[in-house]
């Protein structure tokens, strides 16, 4: 049975309304436009809304309250430009970088207070709100604001710190610089989307705890490691069941192993590894079982019922991090609690748009956090299109009809993720509906009894059986999660989507949703033809990757690692095995966009020659010169060649090598000394030559 059409009340959620072109301003103002033309462009919309407010009625037959809506969509775009320029910090006259005092690489002393923080093996990461800063040779600070990315060696001091805490250090900050090569992971994007834009690495003498004041998330932190060590008192220390009960009830995720993240990412079950909404949902659910008895359901007593509920929600928000996906999730129960005080039934979607709102006006930059768009996402999915999926089967059987009802949920959830999913992750594990039915239910059983425990832990019989209980029931889904991993055919993996493709399938989901809930041909119309153009992409795409040619080179410290691409095989000069964990973040993920598997061993090469120094790839030619080299193997006769790589520092000049080889473009890769890169950049400057460094320029590319 088809489900009957349900229109959008649009009029009823005007937050949502407002949330569009807000977004929309956030995104143009950071990404295209400028500080001063985002002013300019922003002045310029609201005095042209002013003048089309004051005389626009007068001379156009448009009606009042549509030209109002106009106006209101021009303030709120203005205003998302502005805002996210305001919140630049790199360009504020107070940040640390504009002080006097600041150069990069230069040692200077700062104070300030330590953020968040995380800790590894060897080092502990933590971004540090800077109050001043100063030369070490003069006794007065600057006061100033900004964020710094510290790196502190693991020891017993360092592990203590917690947020709030004031700290000194002495260090030289340096700008984070974007990935050298091509796909790789943008760290330095990714702390700039969180106002950090420099770091900083010292020793373990260069720093001193000068404050021990916590701030609210210090406090909060300090509770949460309580009640971590309650955990690790009834989980066994080092399991993958202590691993994921502090990931799924305290949202510390330090304890996860490499291969207990894949396995959960692989098989689509990696959201409840995440504080989010999910959780958050139980806990506020909980609260409402919990002070919905006795006298709180007197109206008298209902206020007092609703301080106790978001008293919960929020400590609970507080203490697993307060992640974006815990913020939106709490703000939107906090909303959806006060309009049942109130005795209104707020629209859902109204909740969403309040919620993402007051977010984004507190940090317009939480528009580009990953789990903030995901979050939104799955629930707008599950709002929008699971009533519609549930309406489609009906089983009389409660226990069927539950399984058909969280079965629906992961669908529409999926419905609205999958194509950022793959834009982000490049991957789609086949078996979610699968996992989405345990974990959904072991992750509710888990939150439970791990909140019980902790507030009964101090009666040693019921302690004890509660955490055998809990041990149980991860222990089952972490086996459950590794045999789902084993199945054949659970991932799909190494898919890669560009922008073009991204928004083709986000306006093919927009059309076909808005068809379910109108019943117009004409947006069904516009769903299929997004859906066409976004076939076209994939398959220009592909047909363009099976005609590449080219040559790279990759930057490795301390290493050597050249492709050249043909159609759907490359060929690889490199000084690491393929499996080489190095390779993982800096090489992988190109070859994965590109679509290219190594040449097949057992075939003859194709268009492909080497002889050592020699490398020879359709009419493109490479030497390689490194210690191995010897005047021995140098041809007698200049040898003219498009790219002369340069590995290892070998003791030789340019001028030497000059004699031997005539080459377009002489290559330096990270496996030399940047000392000795510095002297050849300056002889060739001197001769004339045309060079790359990789760890200056990047990843050398070249097609052909």
Request: hydrophobic share 50%.
């Amino acid at each position: 049975m088809m489900p009957a059409a349900q229109k959008i009340p649009w009029r009823e959620i005007p937050l949502l309304r407002l949330l569009l072109p807000f977004g929309l301003g956030i995104f143009v103002g950071y990404h295209f436009l400028p500080i001063i033309g985002a002013f300019l462009f922003a002045g310029g919309l609201v005095l042209g809304a002013s003048l089309l407010l004051m005389y626009g009625w007068q001379s156009l037959s448009v009606p009042k309250n549509r030209l109002w809506s106009l106006l209101t969509v021009f303030w709120c775009l203005c205003f998302g430009i502005f805002l996210v320029q305001q919140q630049y910090e790199l360009t504020q006259p107070s940040h640390f970088s504009q002080q006097p005092a600041f150069r990069e690489d230069t040692m200077l002393n700062w104070s300030g207070k330590v953020g968040q923080l995380r800790i590894g093996p060897d080092r502990v990461r933590l971004s540090v709100h800077i109050q001043a800063i100063n030369d070490t040779t003069k006794t007065t600070s600057s006061t100033c604001t900004g964020q710094l990315l510290l790196y502190l060696p693991t020891d017993s001091l360092s592990v203590g710190l917690l947020p709030g805490q004031e700290i000194q250090f002495r260090a030289s900050a340096e700008q984070m610089a974007a990935p050298p090569n091509p796909d790789a992971f943008d760290f330095s994007e990714w702390q700039a989307r969180k106002g950090v834009y420099h770091q900083a690495r010292i020793a373990a003498q260069d720093w001193v705890l000068v404050n021990s004041k916590l701030s609210l998330r210090g406090r909060a932190y300090r509770y949460r490691e309580d009640l971590l060590k309650i955990l690790r008192q009834y989980l066994p220390v080092g399991s993958n069941e202590l691993a994921v009960g502090a990931a799924l009830i305290l949202g510390k995720r330090d304890e996860l192993s490499n291969d207990l993240r894949n396995a959960y990412a692989e098989t689509g079950a990696v959201h409840v590894l995440a504080v989010s909404g999910l959780h958050l949902g139980f806990v506020a659910w909980g609260l409402g079982l919990l002070f919905g008895w006795g006298p709180f359901k007197k109206p008298a007593w209902r206020w007092l019922r609703l301080l106790l509920v978001l008293t919960g929600i929020w400590g609970f928000a507080l203490v697993t991090g307060l992640s974006p996906s815990v913020q939106r999730a709490a703000v939107m129960f906090s909303f959806l609690w006060l309009g049942q005080t109130l005795g209104r039934r707020a629209s859902v979607y109204n909740s969403l748009g309040a919620s993402a709102l007051l977010l984004l006006l507190i940090d317009p930059y939480l528009l580009f956090d990953i789990g903030f768009q995901l979050s939104y996402l799955a629930l707008l999915g599950i709002v929008f299109f699971q009533p519609r999926l549930y309406r489609l089967w009906y089983s009389p059987y409660k226990m069927v009809d539950y399984a058909w009802s969280l079965t629906t949920v992961a669908i529409a959830a999926q419905l609205t993720t999958f194509p950022l999913s793959l834009y982000y992750f490049h991957q789609f594990p086949l078996y979610f509906l699968l996992t989405g039915l345990v974990v959904v239910l072991a992750a509710s059983f888990i939150l439970g009894l791990g909140i019980v425990l902790f507030l009964l832990h101090w009666i040693a019989p019921l302690g004890a059986l509660l955490g055998i209980l809990l041990n149980g029931v991860l222990w089952l889904n972490n086996a459950f999660i590794f045999t789902i991993q084993k199945l054949p055919g659970h991932l799909l993996s190494g898919i890669w989507i560009n922008e073009w493709l991204l928004l083709f399938l986000f306006a093919a989901l927009f059309f076909l949703a808005w068809y379910s809930a109108h019943r117009r041909n004409v947006y069904l119309f516009a769903g299929l033809s997004a859906l066409v153009v976004a076939l076209g992409i994939n398959l220009f795409t592909q047909a363009s990757l099976a005609q590449q040619r080219s040559w790279i080179v990759y930057h490795l410290y301390k290493n050597s690692v050249i492709d050249a691409f043909d159609g759907g095989h490359r060929y690889t000069i490199s000084t690491l095995d393929d499996n080489d964990p190095a390779l993982d973040w800096a090489v992988h993920p190109h070859r994965q966009k590109r679509g290219v598997v190594p040449w097949p061993i057992t075939a003859p090469p194709l268009h492909w020659y080497e002889q050592f120094p020699v490398y020879a790839f359709y009419d493109q030619r490479l030497v390689i010169i490194n210690r191995d080299w010897e005047l021995g193997l140098s041809p007698e006769n200049p040898l003219s060649v498009d790219l002369l790589l340069i590995q290892d520092a070998p003791r030789l000049t340019l001028a030497e090598l000059s004699t031997y080889f005539k080459a377009d473009t002489w290559i330096f890769d990270g496996s030399n000394y940047p000392g000795q890169v510095t002297k050849w950049l300056e002889e060739a400057h001197e001769l004339g030559f045309s060079v790359h460094w990789t760890a200056r320029d990047g990843a050398f590319q070249q097609a052909f």
